[in-house]
T-cell receptor, first 112, second 113 residues
Framework: GIQVEQSPPDLILQEGANSTLRCNFS?????LQWFHQNPWGQLINLFY???GTKQNGRLSATTVATERYSLLYISSSQTTDSGVYFC??????????????FGTGTLLAVQP | GAGVSQSPSNKVTEKGKDVELRCDPI?????LYWYRQSLGQGLEFLIY????????KSGLPSDRFSAERTGGSVSTLTIQRTQQEDSAVYLC???????????FGQGTRLTVV
């Protein structure tokens, strides 16, 4: 099956710093999403981004589908950005649809 | 509803008992997913329903686990003869159809004692 690898596995930042999280995947995909899991366990949708670039406030994401990776940028980090960041992909399979497969996540801690 | 709703939020059960976990997807969403997340771990795929197609059950860890989706809407995940290793948060998600954005419920925290 498709492999999804995220890096770094964990990251500690001082408030105000910028960071880049990476998601590599081993096969062509129809769908790629970034999620933030907050300390209460809720999965928050950040981006639906099978290709291209999107921005939402201090966060932006870029997916280069032909090279099988996606990047999540966090600028001017805040303590509320702490948590686990997951990417999830759906493998491309002709006309069929498939389940979302999750990466192992990046644990981010933003210190005041 | 406004979002994906799961019940109960928490469930404590004795080893060997059966449990049922419920997921109410976003209205109109045809795709529904179940995942399991053990403490400090990532999300493990369990089962995927897409419209009237046969579900993808490839992630169910044993024959003690089953799921159904009635009328293309509400889904129930059943775990028979629960074991301590079944303790985890069970998460449900839905999407309009495959290849579109999936949204998650708040999860059911299952503890087997």
């Amino acid at each position: 099956g498709i492999q999804v690898e995220q890096s770094p596995p964990d990251l500690i930042l001082q408030e105000g710093a910028n960071s880049t999280l990476r998601c590599n995947f081993s096969d062509s995909v129809n769908n790629l999403q970034w999620f933030h899991q907050n300390p209460w366990g809720q999965l928050i949708n950040l981006f639906y981004i099978p290709s291209g670039t999107k921005q939402n406030g201090r966060l932006s994401a870029t997916t280069v589908a032909t090279e099988r990776y996606s990047l999540l940028y966090i600028s001017s980090s805040q303590t509320t950005d702490s948590g686990v960041y997951f990417c999830a992909v759906e493998r491309k399979d002709g006309g069929a649809t498939n389940k979302l497969i999750f990466g192992t996540g990046t644990l981010l801690a933003v210190q005041p | 509803g406004a979002g994906v709703s799961q019940s109960p939020s928490n469930k404590v059960t004795e080893k060997g008992k059966d449990v049922e976990l419920r997921c109410d997807p976003i209205s109109g969403h045809t795709a529904l997913y179940w995942y399991r997340q053990s403490l400090g771990q990532g999300l493990e795929f369990l089962i995927y329903f897409q419209g009237n197609s046969a579900p993808d059950k490839s992630g169910l860890p044993s024959d003690r686990f089953s799921a159904e989706r009635t009328g293309g809407s509400v889904s129930t995940l059943t775990i028979q003869r629960t074991q301590q290793e079944d303790s985890a948060v069970y998460l449900c998600a839905s999407s309009f159809f495959g290849r579109t954005e999936a949204f998650f419920g708040q999860g059911t925290r299952l503890t087997v004692v």
